[in-house]
Every structure is written in structure tokens, then in C-alpha cells.
């Protein structure tokens, strides 16, 4: 007897979360951070979990992701509805510190777990590729920065909207890009309610 996609998902997430592929490489050992759920109608795909999330093995349990909620417009209890949203980042686990922040996501995890995992998710409608790495994996825009990808966002719907990651560390770049909060901020929140993904 063939097991119900629900159940499917749930041994798939399990296997997820026993992952050791990059234990070698990883300096606070793996904790793979990720929700999903077949009734999923956003999927968020960030870079990966920093030490706090690490810690909590809560996705976007950070200044971060408050920025996101802010941005999304969704309070805590929304955002952490699997049910409704599912969180994939480009690397399920940590992947450690380098000389001007978090090293990249690990480049074996994606392409190792994403297309399984999306198979499992037949519901999503809109995907928010949070920063680089999820850009570059997704788009198939390969000479365009993360600034003219994000700025250029309709050429990517109604499936994917590009964003710069919430970071505090990219306070910078907003400021240098006004255009971002005046233009995608409505464009993406506009987006999000017509999901109707609070209760």
C-alpha cells in the first residue's frame, strides 16, 4: 500500500534531520533547520541557520527574521504555521564563521534534499528567494547582481520574488537602495495576502 503524501513527507523529513552528509565539515555539528507540509503555500528559501537558530533549531529566530515578519507583514503565530508556509534555506545546518560573517551554505545540501522535498509540496504558489545563494540557485539569471535581480523582480513571477536578506548586516544596502521599500516591500506584502495565510 502506496503511503499517503502526508506520511511520505513526514518519513522524507525525518531522514532530513537524521543527515550527517556534512558532519565533517560543520563546527557545531549538524541540526538541520527546515519545515514543510503539503499544504504549504509559501515557501520561504533562505542561506542558512546562524548560531541562534542553531541553538533554538527555530528557522528565523533572529533579528532577521523579525526584518522578514516585518517585510512578510505576518506576526509569529502566521509565520510559524507550517501548515500555511514551509522554510527550506539553502543549508539545513550551520555552516560556521568566516572573516566577514557566516560561511556559505554548505553546496552539497540543496542539491541534495531540495528537489525531494519540493516534490512533497505541490501547493506552493509563491517562493521568496532571501539573498544571494538562493538566487543564484534558482534564477536563471547568472549576470545579474542580487540588486538588479531583486529590482527586476516581475521578470521572475508569479512563482519567484527575489529579496536581499533581512539581515542587520545589509542596513547598508537598503539605505542605498530606498527603492526596495518603496516599491517590492508593498508589491511582496500585496502578494502574501492574497495567500490568506493567517487564520
Same mark, same amino acid.
Given at each position: 500500500?502506496?503511503?499517503?503524501?502526508?506520511?511520505?513527507?513526514?518519513?522524507?523529513?525525518?531522514?532530513?534531520?537524521?543527515?550527517?552528509?556534512?558532519?565533517?565539515?560543520?563546527? =557545531?555539528? &549538524?541540526? /538541520?533547520?527546515?519545515?514543510?507540509?503539503?499544504?504549504?503555500? *509559501? #515557501?520561504?528559501?533562505?542561506? @542558512?541557520?546562524?548560531?541562534?537558530?542553531?541553538?533554538?533549531?527555530?528557522?528565523?529566530?533572529?533579528?532577521?527574521?523579525?526584518?522578514?515578519?516585518?517585510?512578510?507583514?505576518?506576526?509569529?503565530?502566521?509565520?510559524?504555521?507550517?501548515?500555511?508556509?514551509?522554510?527550506?534555506?539553502?543549508?539545513?545546518?550551520?555552516?560556521?564563521?568566516?572573516?566577514?560573517?557566516? =560561511?556559505? &551554505?554548505? /553546496?552539497?545540501?540543496?542539491?541534495?534534499?531540495?528537489?525531494? *522535498? #519540493?516534490?512533497?509540496?505541490? @501547493?506552493?504558489?509563491?517562493?521568496?528567494?532571501?539573498?544571494?545563494?538562493?538566487?543564484?540557485?534558482?534564477?536563471?539569471?547568472?549576470?545579474?547582481?542580487?540588486?538588479?535581480?531583486?529590482?527586476?523582480?516581475?521578470?521572475?513571477?508569479?512563482?519567484?520574488?527575489?529579496?536581499?536578506?533581512?539581515?542587520?548586516?545589509?542596513?547598508?544596502?537598503?539605505?542605498?537602495?530606498?527603492?526596495?521599500?518603496?516599491?517590492?516591500?508593498?508589491?511582496?506584502?500585496?502578494?502574501?495576502?492574497?495567500?490568506?495565510?493567517?487564520?
Amino acid at each position: 500500500m502506496k503511503p499517503s503524501p502526508q506520511r511520505a513527507l513526514a518519513d522524507l523529513l525525518a531522514e532530513v534531520r537524521r543527515c550527517r552528509y556534512c558532519a565533517d565539515r560543520l563546527p =557545531l555539528g &549538524p541540526r /538541520p533547520v527546515l519545515r514543510a507540509s503539503a499544504t504549504a503555500r *509559501l #515557501l520561504i528559501v533562505g542561506q @542558512a541557520p546562524g548560531t541562534k537558530v542553531h541553538a533554538s533549531g527555530i528557522p528565523w529566530d533572529d533579528p532577521s527574521g523579525d526584518r522578514l515578519r516585518d517585510w512578510l507583514q505576518l506576526d509569529k503565530a502566521a509565520f510559524y504555521d507550517e501548515s500555511r508556509i514551509a522554510i527550506m534555506p539553502m543549508g539545513f545546518c550551520y555552516p560556521g564563521r568566516g572573516k566577514s560573517g557566516d =560561511l556559505p &551554505p554548505d /553546496p552539497a545540501c540543496a542539491p541534495k534534499w531540495h528537489g525531494p *522535498l #519540493l516534490e512533497h509540496m505541490p @501547493a506552493i504558489e509563491l517562493t521568496l528567494l532571501v539573498g544571494n545563494y538562493a538566487q543564484q540557485y534558482y534564477l536563471d539569471a547568472p549576470r545579474l547582481s542580487l540588486a538588479e535581480r531583486v529590482q527586476r523582480w516581475r521578470d521572475f513571477g508569479p512563482h519567484w520574488l527575489p529579496l536581499p536578506h533581512p539581515s542587520p548586516r545589509n542596513n547598508l544596502w537598503l539605505r542605498r537602495n530606498p527603492w526596495f521599500e518603496a516599491e517590492v516591500i508593498p508589491a511582496l506584502r500585496k502578494r502574501v495576502r492574497a495567500l490568506k495565510l493567517k487564520q
